[in-house]
């Protein structure tokens, strides 16, 4: 619920009421009192609040490779702002420095941008959060934090001493489902499961919890407790800690994630372990699963200075605020480009895309001879939600097409002109992908774009804004002799289902190169969608030639795919980082919440004058796809549309 609108801002620097700022708004000034001294608003600041009762936040300092994650990956411009909600945040805030200290310590003298800077560009905040005497402290609660990474996870304990609560640190969200999923918000009877390292014959309640200690032998994992606890018939596996170690996100490892078993897994501290163990000799004992509400743990400040959320962190670790960091960096460098003067034809501009239609408009373009004169043609796109916060976002990734016609009796009426891949439930992508090999679509004054989304039944709408930018305009008076222009394109291979009979429909296309023609490209975009056994084609690799009269080979191979990082790597490269689903890892050709670049190389030196012919085929692990089973209703499929690109010298155009 907003306050009331007749309270002020507390600080006078404050122009705008805290509780109105939604993310994008300028942020108002503020002055934060540090161990350092203070630390005032600049551009590119991540924000992180610690709470003591949250054991994913505890996670997030105590587990090593987390704090090196934040060392070894951040930029050089971000600056740090950590604070507690704890009442002795002070005790709090040396405690993180003090980790980041001894962190850095051990890292001394590699290499890396973040070393050695990110302690100058940490600040420490020493009053509470959420009691700042700034705006920030209304953010942190309209803001409320939900979901992954957010409240304050507890296992609530009935038995005959009493109800008690305790923190816990629930298993890897990409192993096992969530407590959540399991048995909801019931109480549960808990069973005492030992160590959890021998197959058990005991038949449990379907709905039980079991106990199970994190000590046992080195080849006992954390898989090993669940596998049994599973084959027992329990739901829940409760796994408390010894003495010495912190929670941890329990995960497999290896070989152990091909097993999949429908059961969740928390970890409690070794203290409340014992305490269950003593309250189970003394009786029966019940659990539940809850997560109270917090005030908003994360958010960001981006190098405009305008507040933003930070998404989702899907696992205790610093680098889901490195990524945020990483994408303030690549939309500054993106905002440099967008200022670069351009001429700019609108196309949407926050237009609702749903449904089968999409969103469609009809524009006036300049004539064919003025673009040709651009040395650069890109589609500037950014694609947000109908609200403001990422949580009126459609949940679900799917491909968005753009399609155009100019002539409708030409040859290029329908054809793709720009390719991407929503996001999980966010709302900051935008990108600027080069079309100028497809000039040639632009076959007349006026033309007809259509943007949809493959899945026309999504229940959200996505608002896309595109222009189109022409830039680097050459001009009659210079020496154009060595300019070449895109002047026609040869549509080639579509894609299909990748199955069995896939390279059975591609046939050898001819095509002619004529004595005018100066340089030719083949130009593609293809992306792997679906699942069978083989888990193509989202995120199997697979390979894609194209031969070149029988002998000259173009392959292009998705290597990324499957990688538990692949597309999580690539957020400086455009990709929306902490989506609200599986956004981290590498899909082939694609990643949520990017554009789909073109691949485009350069073929003339092994085309010939006259007749020359080219062939396609697409392999996973070195031959035809041949899966054994389609999960259905989303088989294998590769997305694909190919072209045969020709150029003519400027100074030869007609």
């Known amino acids: 619920m907003k306050f009331s609108q007749t309270l002020v801002c507390l600080t006078a620097a404050c122009s705008v009421l805290a509780f109105d700022l939604e993310p994008g708004d300028d942020a108002p000034s503020f002055t934060l009192k540090t161990l350092e001294g203070s630390v005032d608003l600049s551009s590119s600041m991540v924000f992180y609040a610690f709470d003591n009762r949250s054991a994913f936040l505890e996670c997030m300092w105590t587990k090593n490779e987390s704090v090196d994650h934040l060392i070894e990956n951040s930029t050089a411009e971000v600056q740090y702002v950590f604070m507690s909600y704890s009442k002795r945040p002070q005790e709090d805030v040396m405690w993180m420095k003090d980790r980041l200290q001894s962190r850095l310590s051990l890292m001394h003298g590699k290499a890396g941008v973040g070393y050695g800077t990110v302690l100058k560009r940490s600040h420490f905040v020493v009053d509470v959060a959420g009691k700042t005497g700034t705006w920030i402290d209304w953010l942190v609660r309209d803001w409320t934090c939900v979901d992954h990474g957010c409240g304050i996870d507890q296992l609530n304990v009935t038995a005959g001493r009493g109800n008690m609560s305790m923190r816990r640190l629930d298993a890897r969200y990409d192993w096992l489902p969530g407590v959540a999923v399991m048995i909801s918000n019931k109480s549960v009877p808990l069973v005492d499961f030992g160590d959890g390292c021998e197959a058990s014959n005991k038949n449990l309640n379907k709905n039980a919890a079991v106990l199970v200690s994190r000590e046992g032998p080195a080849n006992c994992t954390y898989f090993t407790k669940v596998k049994n606890a599973y084959h027992s018939n329990a739901s829940v596996v409760i796994v408390f800690s010894t003495p010495d170690l912190p929670l941890v996100d329990m995960n497999c490892e290896g070989s152990e994630c091909d097993h999949s078993m429908n059961i969740s897994a928390t970890m409690i501290a070794y203290v409340d372990g014992i305490t269950l163990q003593n309250a189970l000799h003394d009786g029966n004992v019940n659990v539940a699963f809850a997560t109270l509400p917090s005030p908003a743990f994360y958010f960001g400040i981006d190098a405009e200075k305008k507040v933003q959320q930070t998404g989702w962190l899907l696992y205790p670790s610093f680098l889901f605020l490195a990524w945020q960091e990483q994408w303030f960096e690549y939309t500054a460098e993106l905002n440099k480009n967008l200022s670069k003067p351009a001429g700019i034809i609108s196309v949407f501009n926050h237009s609702m895309m749903q449904g089968h239609v999409g969103a469609t408009t009809v524009m006036k373009i300049p004539p064919t001879k003025e673009l040709q004169m651009y040395d650069d043609i890109e589609l500037d796109m950014a694609l947000s939600c109908p609200g403001t916060r990422d949580s009126t976002c459609g949940a679900w990734d799917h491909v968005v097409y753009l399609y155009i016609c100019c002539n409708s009796s030409g040859p290029y009426c329908g054809q ?239």
């Not at 935008?430 to 090999?437: A, D, E, K």
């Not at 007809?448 to 996505?462: E, G, S």
């Not at 591609?506 to 130009?523: A, H, N, R």
């Open 416 to 654: 793709e002109l720009g390719r991407w891949i929503t996001p999980f439930r966010r709302r900051i992508g935008r990108w600027l992908t080069p079309i100028r090999p497809l000039l040639p679509f632009f076959d007349a004054e006026c033309c007809n774009f259509t943007m949809k989304l493959d899945a026309w039944w999504a229940p959200k709408p996505w608002v896309p804004s595109l222009n189109i930018r022409l830039s680097d305009k050459r001009n009659d008076s210079q020496d154009n002799s060595n300019v070449t222009v895109p002047y026609k394109v040869l549509p080639l291979f579509r894609g299909g289902m990748f199955n069995q009979t896939y390279n059975q429909h591609y046939k050898p296309i001819t095509f002619t190169v004529g004595s005018d023609d100066i340089q030719v490209k083949l130009e593609s975009v293809i992306t792997g969608h679906g699942s069978d056994n083989n888990n193509c084609a989202e995120f199997c690799v697979t390979s894609h030639h194209f031969v070149l009269n029988g002998q000259y080979k173009y392959v292009q191979t998705f290597s990324n795919a499957g990688t538990p990082l692949g597309c999580a790597r690539h957020v400086l490269d455009g990709v929306e980082p902490n989506e609200h689903g599986t956004w981290l890892y590498g899909r082939d050709g694609w990643c949520d919440g990017q554009e789909v670049l073109p691949w485009v190389v350069d073929i003339t030196n092994h085309v010939t004058q006259g007749t020359n012919n080219v062939t396609y085929f697409g392999w996973f692990n070195g031959k035809d796809p041949n899966p054994s089973k389609n999960d259905f209703p989303s088989p294998p499929e590769i997305f694909m549309y190919s072209n045969i690109i020709f150029y003519k010298s400027m100074s030869n155009l007609s």
